[in-house]
Nanobody
Framework: EQLVESGGGLVQAGGSLRLSCTVS????????MAWFRQAPGKGREFVAR????????DYADSTKGRFTISRDNAKNALYLQMNSLKPEDTAVYYC??????????????????WGQGTQVTVSS
């Protein structure tokens, strides 16, 4: 399965970005999806997750209230709307797919497919 992220870039603190992740094939609606991020010198951390149907979503404490995860199963697309960005949000952002569960977990080991990542840089 191929996952391709887009929408990253350079933004000033307080600004917004919208990330997208497109998934090849016809089984996207069967995948629980999530966003993770990895800052330089740090491990990959959970950002947000969404159920197969899109009816359930969950966020890391650090992104709750600022980020919104959504999906469009008709377009095989996953999104992450990021508002009120902070310099500490600077990282490579990855989308991930879990083929086994309706609502994936927050640990990287639960996910089966990954995108190549898109860089988000927030300047102060």
């Amino acid at each position: 399965e191929q996952l391709v992220e887009s929408g990253g870039g350079l933004v000033q603190a307080g600004g917004s970005l919208r990330l997208s992740c497109t998934v090849s094939g016809s089984t996207f609606r069967n995948y629980a999806m999530a966003w993770f991020r990895q800052a330089p010198g740090k491990g990959r951390e959970f950002v947000a997750r969404i159920s197969r149907s899109g009816s359930s979503a969950d966020y890391a404490d650090s992104t709750k209230g600022r980020f919104t995860i959504s999906r469009d199963n008709a377009k095989n697309a996953l999104y992450l709307q990021m508002n009120s960005l902070k310099p500490e949000d600077t990282a490579v952002y990855y989308c991930a797919a879990d083929v086994r569960h309706h609502f994936g977990a927050t640990h990287i080991d639960e996910y089966d497919y990954w995108g190549q990542g898109t860089q988000v840089t927030v300047s102060s």
